[in-house]
């Protein structure tokens, strides 16, 4: 089992940046591949970003590629998302996975936190 517990999430104004933590508890954390995941009001949770267990490898999103960033400390058992130039479209409740595959997709990921809100004002 591998627990995750997302934060920094908050209200923002168009433009302005944020950085989102994920820990992580339990089983080995460096074994695992992490991403980002969101769901926008009355839209399908979509893949944000993804990084391999060991940094070097990571996938972006199409929307999100050149804003967004993501990074892992093993040492912290911590995962970031930093966020940069956010619109009013990335607002959703982030999510934190911890799978074996690094991909963008949902369904490899075995382990999910519960999510922080992400609020841009336009």
């Known amino acids: 089992q591998v627990q995750l517990v997302e934060s920094g999430g908050g209200l923002v104004q168009a433009g302005g940046s944020l950085r989102l933590s994920c820990a992580a508890s339990g089983r080995t954390f460096s074994d695992y591949a992490i991403g980002w995941f969101r769901q926008g009001p009355g839209k399908e949770r979509e893949g944000v970003a993804c990084?391999?267990?060991?940094?070097?490898?990571?996938r972006y999103a199409e929307s999100v590629t050149g804003r967004f960033t993501i990074a892992r400390d093993n040492r912290k058992n911590t995962i970031y998302l930093h966020m940069n130039s956010l619109k009013p479209e990335d607002t959703a409740v982030y999510y934190c996975?911890?799978?074996?595959?690094?991909?963008?997709?949902?369904?490899?990921?075995?382990?999910w936190g519960r999510g922080t809100q992400v609020t841009v004002s336009s």
């Open positions: 996975a911890a799978g074996s595959v690094l991909v963008l997709d949902e369904r490899p990921y075995d382990y």
């Open positions: 990084i391999s267990s060991d940094s070097g490898s990571t």
